[in-house]
């Protein structure tokens, strides 16, 4: 089997770069091929319409299932609705939608066993030539990132009466603040359909799912939500990168192949959001879609350098997050910062601090005991045995 461009993964990152690809030139020799039976598993991706450019929200558009002109946030000591377009993408719209444009160019149920610049072989003993292929499955794994965790359980409902909300709660820390930073997150998909997400900056990984989805259904029944159906449920755990050597992250698998989302590190270190970054590498590759594996492979390594080295502030506020603020104080950061501007907090979001932004953010009555911040600045590592990794199961 030969075909100009292998996609070793359908997740976010690499259907969005097929379907990116495509919507240019629909006869194009791609292939994608996926571990599971669907495109993006069983995720929901959100992003702003400011972390975006004009051009890549109209390409986007056709995978957008909802958008909202406002969002809210809910701490102790602050309530605040902040107004600007906040979309989201399902992983069922995603494979709708890219499935019709890859058509019969998608592999499912397929286990790449072996992957080089040029070539991949199937668990099932096919092999495939291409011109080039990119490594999009994920988290490649291995110490070389020290991380803290995000992580959460999402329940689907739909609720015996009307939630009433205008828009999304982004964060609502005005819950018990245990095991790090806590949060519900909330959309709104219609008036009584929702999702509910139990999420926290934590040191660990683990996810107690039985006792989340306990903490979800007590939180909608304090909102005065009466769950009648839960139609879903999705999970993740995903890296807060407070530190690392990219060199070293790179050098975890396959030599000389080009990579994708997660496993270019190309996320936002603080939200953990991976939508815009993969929307702007899908740009890229669609562009030089001609090039051969070695030629991509430069262009995803160096994207995944500069967007390291654009974005070491950001680990630097996690290593205050993670290493100076007492876990259940963390929410303290967050409810600062969202008294802040809404332009800083949309070129927060987007990756686009000016150095007046970071100023800004440094500045005033800390959030955090000053002797810890002061050790963040200057290297100091959490204790423990070295860098802790995560096990993405929501990233792409």
């Known amino acids: ?133 990119i490594d999009g499955r994920g988290d490649p794994g291995g110490r070389h990132l020290e991380v803290g965790f995000q992580k959460f359980v999402g329940l689907f409902v739909r609720l015996a009466a009307d939630h009433g909300l205008e828009g999304p709660i982004l964060m609502d820390a005005t819950i018990e603040q245990c095991d790090g930073y806590r949060f519900v997150y909330s959309l709104p998909f219609s008036a009584r359909d929702l999702l509910i997400e139990d999420t926290y900056y934590s040191d660990g990984p683990g996810l107690d799912r039985e006792a989340l989805r306990g903490e979800i259904r007590a939180y909608a029944g304090r909102q005065g939500w009466e769950i009648a159906e839960i139609t879903g449920e999705e999970s993740g755990v995903l890296p807060i990168v407070l530190r690392g050597d990219l060199d070293a992250f790179w050098r975890e698998g396959p030599p000389g192949v080009a990579r994708s989302g997660m496993r270019a590190a190309l996320f936002h270190p603080t939200t953990g959001y991976s939508l815009p970054d993969a929307v702007a590498l899908a740009d890229e590759i669609a562009a030089a879609r001609n090039s051969d594996g ?81 050790r963040c600045l200057f290297g100091a590592r959490r204790k423990g045995n070295g860098a802790n990794r995560s096990k993405t199961e929501g990233a792409s």
């Not at 160096?302 to 680990?315: F, I, K, L, N, V």
């Open 294 to 374: 070695p030629a991509l492979f430069q262009l995803t390594r160096q994207r995944s350098t500069d967007h390291w080295r654009r974005t070491g502030y950001y680990r630097l506020l996690n290593r205050m997050l993670f290493l100076a603020a007492e876990p259940e104080q963390r929410y303290r950061v967050f409810e600062r910062f969202y008294g802040l501007s809404d332009p800083l907090i949309r070129r927060f979001y987007a990756a686009r601090l000016k150095w007046i932004d970071k100023v800004r953010v440094l500045t005033g009555r800390p959030p955090v005991p000053v002797l810890p911040a002061l």
């Open 1 to 133: 089997m030969k075909t100009g461009l292998v996609l070793v993964g359908g997740g976010l990152a690499n259907s969005l770069i097929a379907f990116r690809i495509l919507s240019e030139d629909p006869e194009f020799g791609l292939l994608v091929i996926e571990h599971g039976a669907t495109l993006g598993g069983n995720h929901t991706w959100s992003f702003h319409d400011s972390d975006l450019e004009p051009e890549q929200l109209r390409w986007m558009q056709p995978l957008i299932g909802h958008n909202w002109t406002t969002h809210e946030l809910r701490f102790p000591n602050r309530r605040r609705v902040i107004r600007g377009g906040y979309n989201s993408v399902s992983s069922d719209r995603l494979h709708e939608v890219v499935g019709q444009a890859l058509g019969d160019r998608a592999l499912f149920r397929a286990d790449a066993v072996d992957v080089a610049p040029d070539r991949v072989h199937l668990a099932d003993g096919t092999q495939i030539e291409a011109g080039a292929v």
